[in-house]
Nanobody
Framework: QVQLVESGGGLVQAGGSLRLSCAAS????????MGWYRQAPGKQRELVAT???????TYADSVKGRFTISKNNAQNTVYLQMNSLKPEDTAVFYC?????????????WGQGTQLTVSS
């Protein structure tokens, strides 16, 4: 199982910016997508943004225009630039990598990094 290590979370004021990073512990072959999910207290985990191996991106409506996902294939790293942060963005953010393993897709998840946005 590929290990993912997230960093960059913290406390920020509303309107501020932060960048999350997620690095894989090893080179991953057969990656189909990398992404970020988040889970706020009392809520289900939800998709924030994904980027495919071809660079296509998907964003949750709530973050469109504010968040940008990017990746560095050579370093097996995915980033999430978050601007114009709002208190409702407060959540634990999880990195995800989906890749082929045999005949199926496998998912690896990071341990999560806390983002707290104060009003």
């Amino acid at each position: 199982q590929v290990q993912l290590v997230e960093s960059g979370g913290g406390l920020v004021q509303a309107g501020g910016s932060l960048r999350l990073s997620c690095a894989a512990s090893e080179t991953i072959t057969g990656v189909s997508s990398m992404g970020w999910y988040r889970q706020a207290p009392g809520k289900q985990r939800e998709l924030v943004a994904t980027i495919t191996n071809t660079g296509s991106t998907t964003y949750a409506d709530s973050v469109k225009g504010r968040f940008t996902i990017s990746k560095n294939n050579a370093q097996n790293t995915v980033y999430l630039q978050m601007n114009s942060l709002k208190p409702e963005d407060t959540a634990v953010f999880y990195c995800n990598v989906r890749y082929t393993c045999g005949l199926i897709h496998c998912d690896s998840w990071g341990q999560g990094t806390q983002l707290t946005v104060s009003s």
